[in-house]
């Protein structure tokens, strides 16, 4: 019997202000996020993850993952890994949060969100500002496996719920909010909003 798969957007920030955002934004547009994927480093393992996301009543299903600055492959770049390679995952895109980690490869962009919640050409930084020297690079620590793994539809922006305060639950998370309806447009993905069922699973 053919299993549908789930639709999934990974996120690499797992900050406590992200997780809100994530959860708002995924409510939003008729998503779900898997708030126990929150946390620095990442909490659950990508199997842990896998069944999470499958419990999840509605896609898409916004997933978050963070490496709290480990050098090299840490938790959160492990667990993309398993999603993305699972049989039961399609995923739809990626949002690629720019931080100040240094000794990154970084991931390739063609485009992000700035702070003015205009889709822009090339990365930007954790600020949210275009940048040119940063060569279509958006540099976080949990970033630099998406172009191995070649996840579509990758979009950079700064960091999620921050950008002083432009993307701040308070202003309505516009810039976060951008770069999910950019995916969902790329992906074919419809705007699902308006369902009455919460839209994280577990706990705050």
Same mark, same amino acid.
């Given at each position: 019997?053919?299993? @549908?798969?789930?639709?999934?957007?990974?996120?690499?920030?797992?900050?406590?202000?992200? @997780?809100?955002?994530?959860?708002?934004?995924?409510?939003?547009?008729?998503?779900?996020? /898997?708030s126990?994927?929150?946390?620095?480093?990442? *909490?659950? +393992?990508?199997?842990?993850?896998?069944? !999470? /996301?499958? =419990?999840?009543?509605?896609?898409?299903? =916004?997933?978050?993952?963070?490496? $709290?600055?480990?050098?090299?492959?840490?938790?959160?770049?492990?667990?993309?890994?398993?999603?993305?390679?699972?049989? %039961?995952?399609?995923?739809?895109?990626?949002?690629?949060?720019?931080? $100040?980690?240094?000794?990154?490869?970084? &991931?390739?962009?063609?485009?992000?969100?700035?702070? +003015?919640?205009?889709?822009?050409?090339?990365?930007?930084?954790?600020?949210?500002?275009?940048?040119p020297? !940063? @060569? $279509?690079?958006?540099?976080? %620590?949990?970033?630099?496996?998406?172009?191995?793994?070649?996840? *579509?539809?990758v979009?950079?922006?700064? %960091?999620?719920?921050?950008?002083?305060?432009?993307?701040?639950?308070?202003?309505?998370? *516009?810039?976060? +909010?951008?770069?999910?309806?950019?995916? !969902?447009?790329?992906?074919?993905?419809? %705007?699902?909003?308006?369902?009455? &069922?919460?839209?994280?699973?577990? *706990?705050?």
């Amino acid at each position: 019997m053919n299993r @549908q798969r789930r639709r999934v957007i990974l996120v690499t920030d797992g900050d406590y202000v992200a @997780q809100k955002v994530i959860e708002r934004v995924a409510g939003e547009v008729g998503g779900r996020c /898997i708030s126990l994927s929150a946390g620095n480093p990442t *909490p659950l +393992r990508g199997s842990q993850m896998v069944e !999470l /996301i499958k =419990m999840a009543p509605y896609d898409p299903v =916004m997933v978050m993952f963070d490496d $709290n600055g480990d050098f090299g492959r840490g938790r959160g770049e492990q667990a993309i890994e398993y999603v993305v390679k699972h049989p %039961d995952i399609e995923v739809i895109g990626a949002i690629a949060v720019a931080s $100040n980690t240094r000794s990154v490869r970084g &991931a390739t962009v063609s485009y992000s969100v700035d702070n +003015r919640g205009r889709v822009v050409e090339g990365a930007v930084d954790k600020d949210g500002y275009a940048d040119p020297q !940063l @060569q $279509n690079r958006i540099y976080g %620590d949990t970033v630099d496996i998406l172009n191995t793994l070649h996840v *579509p539809n990758v979009i950079g922006i700064g %960091d999620i719920g921050k950008m002083d305060g432009r993307d701040s639950l308070d202003n309505g998370c *516009p810039i976060t +909010r951008k770069a999910v309806q950019w995916i !969902l447009e790329r992906s074919g993905e419809h %705007d699902t909003r308006n369902r009455e &069922a919460p839209s994280h699973l577990g *706990p705050h």
